[in-house]
């Protein structure tokens, strides 16, 4: 993007800044400066009016030229064809260095010249014309014997705006960035123009509309077409190439304005939709938003059509239809401007034609945005505590409106123009740009981890790892579906689903009911095993059961059968059958540590069931399974394991300090009715409290006939080294509680 400061000082205040400024400001705010030169017209090189043009005497192709420069005029023969009386021109003076020749007296032909009539690149501008340039008021009131440099010189930027921006591809949005990063007012444009009394519609009809996607506004003008020097200079400035006349006025406005203008000759034209893409049709097509191949002849009546069409459908329809694309396209797919009026106006305003009366409007409503931004949010996304009032002003600098506004939130409408504002992260960015990243004080970066676990989150990975230490101790993972048969929930005394929360629909009768229970089917998984001759079966499988109410709960179950190992050196080199212990064990290496209890389970052996209590709660059971029930299912002595997962929580692992003095180690042999339960004799120890005492657990039992020996080991640990007596008083606590219960030393 092309942008000149004269050019930017029709539509923003400039006064008292330097371009250099302008251009810091520009690369501070995102705008890139990619390139920048400066136009200065040679001195002595003024403006000048030719009073009177003849042929040269003694030269067909030279003219003899009397120019008046203000303070004199000046004999100056002219080689151009274009020259001619009542022009202004650009005159080099008796000692005006050019850039490619210094201006003397010269004699040609025998005539005297005291000067040149210059074309524009013999003062260094750009060659858009041929012949001598001819000067008009476009660039301001011409003064003879005035400066040249005061009209032309100038000073050009070239800008690497990036593709999301379109808002930027014109100076007049180049001047809106501006506006905020030097915190300078926008002027307010006046257009003027002759309206006729004749209405457009007496001239345009529209046959057809079938438009569904893009906004038009249409207007129509007549008279001969006239370019004054003010846009050809600056089109050639700005490296634009034009057709014709019309398309000069056209590639000017949609430069300064960013409106997408289409110029055709007036007709009956047709409005319609091919493929998803609004197409104009008159004498031609043009393709809103893509292509132009609309053919337009000078023949002094226009129709011109102000357009907009959504960056993301037309970059969409262009993909789906792999349609042909032209500079139309360039601007619209990242977004032109959608301020119709202001496009056509500015347009209107430069061609100073006559315009007939009235429009022809299709524009759709284009609401703006809204969003919601936390303004403490927005402050630890940029890292620093910029004020709500700065916050604000930034944003109205830069069009935002605000729509309502608290201490902790603003409601934004985003500007129809910003295609590219989508999220608080986007407008954050709008305002560290214009606040200044380099306002921003400097301190060390940090990297601060955020818990992005949630509880769902933790429950899979705690499951995940009860599973890898499952399989870890020898089982495989069982798969099934959730359904059961409920006569055989019933015969084996499991809870069933009431008949009216029961499936409607089942898949098959086997399967007409929610299970209850994970170990039938894990009872099915062994038999088909041991029919394959598989000797060791270690299972375990983890899913939902449901109650009467059909509530449901996570379950986790085992089963073990056949061989506890594969060779025993004390069995002669054979395996051992797997036994209670076997289970208690491997149950223990995946759940860690857990108390157990009497229990009863209505598919579980009379005298091996115990129910399992881990941190003082009962979280399931774990049991030898009934004969009657191995036999029904033909599987040889099984036992499993049900847990409800629900209640076993991973627990977060806290460091404690390691005491760093040695345990001592004591036992008790006891002699106990054989009617006592050994938890009695643990709670009348637990309930002691002693702080030294850190574990006891039997290691023995013996038949002394009427009673039992019991033998208790304890592990004792203090905060320093314990001495004999110490130890001594702590067992003695210990015996004088059990013997108040009866229990004594053997």
């Known amino acids: 993007m092309i942008v000149t400061r004269k050019w930017l000082e029709e539509f923003i205040n400039l006064d008292g800044i330097s371009t250099e400024e302008i251009i810091l400001t520009l690369n501070r705010i995102g705008q890139e400066v990619e390139g920048y030169r400066k136009i200065e017209i040679p001195q002595n090189v003024v403006v000048g009016e030719v009073i009177e043009c003849e042929k040269h005497p003694n030269a067909d192709k030279l003219n003899l030229c009397k120019v008046n420069v203000g303070d004199e005029e000046l004999q100056i023969i002219c080689?151009?064809?274009?020259?001619?009386?009542?022009?202004?021109?650009?005159?080099?003076?008796?000692?005006?260095?050019?850039?490619?020749?210094?201006?003397?007296?010269a004699k040609l032909r025998g005539v005297e010249s005291f000067g040149m009539i210059c074309a524009a690149r013999e003062i260094g501008l750009p060659d858009f014309h041929e012949g001598i340039m001819v000067l008009d008021d476009s660039l301001g009131e011409l003064k003879i014997g005035e400066?040249?440099?005061?009209?032309?010189?100038?000073?050009?930027?070239?800008?690497?705006?990036t593709a999301n921006r379109g808002d930027c591809f014109s100076i007049y949005g180049i001047a809106r960035e501006l506006r905020a990063g030097l915190n300078r007012p926008l002027k307010s444009v006046e257009f003027k123009y002759e309206e006729m009394q004749e209405g457009i519609g007496r001239i345009v009809n529209i046959d057809k509309n079938e438009l569904k996607k893009s906004s038009h506004l249409l207007k129509a003008v007549e008279g001969e077409i006239n370019i004054p020097l003010k846009v050809e200079y600056r089109l050639a400035l700005v490296d634009e190439e034009s057709k014709n006349k019309i398309d000069k006025f056209i590639k000017y406005a949609m430069h300064a304005t960013g409106v997408l203008l289409t110029p055709m000759n007036i007709c009956n034209i047709e409005l319609d939709n091919e493929n998803g893409a609004d197409v104009i049709k008159c004498f031609g097509k043009y393709y809103v938003g893509i292509k132009n191949d609309i053919n337009v002849e000078e023949n002094g009546k226009y129709l011109i059509d102000a357009n907009y069409i959504d960056p993301k459908y037309v970059n969409e329809i262009v993909f789906l239809n792999a349609l042909k694309t032209d500079e139309y396209f360039f601007r619209a797919s990242r977004g032109s401007e959608p301020d119709l009026n202001f496009g056509m106006n500015y347009l209107l305003n430069e061609m100073r034609l006559p315009v007939y009366s009235g429009d022809i409007d299709l524009s759709n409503d284009i609401k703006p945005k809204i969003i919601n931004i936390n303004i403490n949010e927005v402050k630890e996304i940029i890292g620093y505590d910029i004020d709500e009032k700065s916050i604000v002003e930034i944003l109205k600098k830069l069009g935002f409106e605000i729509k309502s506004i608290t201490e902790e939130s603003l409601k934004v409408a985003i500007p129809v123009f910003r295609h590219d504002i989508e999220n608080i992260q986007d407008i954050t960015e709008e305002i560290l740009r214009i606040y200044g990243i380099d306002n921003i004080p400097n301190k060390p970066l940090i990297f601060e981890e955020k818990n992005r676990i949630n509880d769902v989150i933790e429950k899979i990975e705690f499951l995940n790892e009860l599973k890898l230490r499952a399989v870890s101790n020898?089982?495989?993972?069982?798969?099934?579906?959730?359904?059961e048969d409920?006569?055989?929930l019933k015969k084996y005394g499991f809870e069933t689903i009431d008949d009216n929360l029961d499936l409607v629909n089942p898949i098959i009768k086997e399967l007409d009911t929610l299970r209850t229970t994970l170990l039938l089917q894990l009872f099915d998984d062994i038999r088909y095993n041991r029919a394959n001759d598989y000797k060791r079966v270690y299972l375990f499988t983890a899913g939902s059961v449901y109650n009467a109410k059909r509530e449901e709960k996570a379950q986790f179950a085992f089963v073990l059968n056949g061989f506890a190992d594969y060779e025993n050196p004390a069995n002669h080199g054979k395996p051992s059958k797997v036994q209670f212990k076997d289970a208690v064990d491997k149950l223990s290496q995946i759940i860690g540590d857990f108390t157990l209890i009497e229990g009863k389970h209505p598919i579980a052996h009379p005298y091996q069931c115990a129910e399992i209590i881990k941190d003082g709660e009962k979280i399931g059971i774990i049991a030898k399974l009934h004969p009657k029930v191995a036999k029904d299912f033909d599987i040889e002595d099984t036992y499993f394991a049900e847990i409800n997962l629900e209640k076993l929580n991973k627990k977060t692992k806290l460091a404690k300090e390691i005491n760093k003095f040695q345990k001592v180690t004591r036992d008790l042999s006891l002699v106990i009715d054989k009617d006592i339960p050994y938890k009695e004799i643990y709670n009348i120890?637990?309930?002691?409290?002693?702080?030294?005492?850190?574990?006891?657990y039997p290691i023995d039992i013996f038949d002394l006939g009427?009673?039992?020996?019991?033998?208790?080991?304890?592990?004792l640990q203090g905060q320093k080294t314990l001495q004999e007596n110490e130890i001594n008083d702590i067992?003695?606590?210990i015996l004088k509680a059990l013997e108040e219960k009866g229990i004594r030393l053997r």
């Open 486 to 488: 409920k006569e055989r």
């Open 147 to 161: 400066y040249v440099g005061k009209y032309l010189n100038d000073e050009i930027i070239e800008l690497g705006v």
């Open 474 to 483: 020898g089982f495989y993972e069982v798969i099934h579906f959730i359904f």
């Open 79 to 105: 080689g151009a064809k274009n020259v001619a009386a009542g022009q202004k021109v650009a005159v080099a003076k008796i000692g005006a260095i050019l850039p490619e020749l210094k201006i003397k007296k």
């Open 731 to 733: 067992m003695e606590k």
């Open 706 to 715: 009427e009673k039992n020996s019991l033998t208790v080991r304890f592990k």
């Open 685 to 696: 120890i637990s309930n002691l409290n002693i702080e030294e005492l850190k574990d006891f």
